[in-house]
């Protein structure tokens, strides 16, 4: 079945540098992704998403990289701050319902 | 705008017991669906629902009812508790639930049963 993962269970990071967290998908035809920010105690986050006749696509602080050669995209935060400390995750299209990640945790440090 | 909401937002249980945990959501959306978290398992589907009157199964339905009378409310039942349903449950929704829409989710449950 389709499968979406992600490569790190933890990044760590300095404040004010850039952050790039990973994942990997099995289904050459999946079409959407996004991307959720989940805060300790809260639920699930919308971020940004991106469809597949993209590469790339930015929102405010944060971009999403798309290469479908390798089936991997990729979420970059921009000058990471103490409050993007986070679970992040990734999702795509399953058979009638999205799938989902394991989550990489983000550490910022000042 | 209030989204999804969900109450409990805490909630123990004795083994055997038998609860509701609510959920809501103001978006007029058709797609509603109850997720439950685990540490290292990710998000997993326990039941949907795509419409009034129309639930189904998801991955891990066993232990737990829906049901779905109105277009704005989709409760959870536990019939009888287990420790192994011991988890954060989250519901979620989307406009008209096709795999390509982005969810909405509420603030989440968190269940442990003794």
């Known amino acids: 079945g389709e499968s979406v993962g992600l490569h790190l269970p933890t990044l760590s990071v300095q404040e004010g540098d850039n952050s790039i967290i990973n994942c990997a998908y099995s289904?050459?035809?999946?079409?959407?992704f996004i991307w959720y920010k989940q805060e300790s105690g809260k639920g699930p986050q919308f971020i940004i998403d991106?469809?597949?006749?993209?590469d790339k696509r930015q929102g405010q602080r944060v971009t999403v990289l798309l290469n479908k050669t390798v089936k991997h995209l990729s979420l970059q935060i921009a000058a990471t701050q103490p409050g993007d400390s986070a679970v992040y995750f990734c999702?795509?299209?399953?058979?009638?319902?999205?799938?989902f990640g394991t989550g990489t945790r983000l550490l910022v440090s000042p | 705008n209030a989204g999804v909401t969900q109450t409990p937002k805490f909630q123990v249980l004795k083994t055997g017991q038998s609860m509701t945990l609510q959920c809501a959501q103001d978006?007029?959306?058709?797609?509603m669906s109850w997720y439950r978290q685990d540490p290292g398992m990710g998000l997993r589907l326990i039941h949907y629902?795509?419409?009034?009157?129309?639930?189904d199964q998801g991955e891990v339905p066993n232990g737990y009812n829906v049901s779905r009378s109105t277009t704005e409310d989709f409760p959870l039942r536990l019939l009888s508790a287990a420790p192994s349903q011991t988890s954060v449950y989250f519901c979620?929704?989307?406009?008209?639930?096709?795999?390509?829409?982005?969810?909405?989710f509420g603030s989440g449950t968190q269940l442990s049963v003794l």
């Open positions: 979620a929704s989307s406009l008209r639930g096709h795999p390509n829409e982005k969810l909405f």
């Open positions: 289904n050459s035809a999946s079409d959407y």
């Open positions: 991106i469809r597949s006749n993209m």
């Open positions: 999702a795509g299209p399953g058979f009638q319902k999205l799938v």
């Open positions: 978006m007029n959306h058709e797609y």
């Open positions: 629902s795509v419409g009034a009157g129309i639930t």
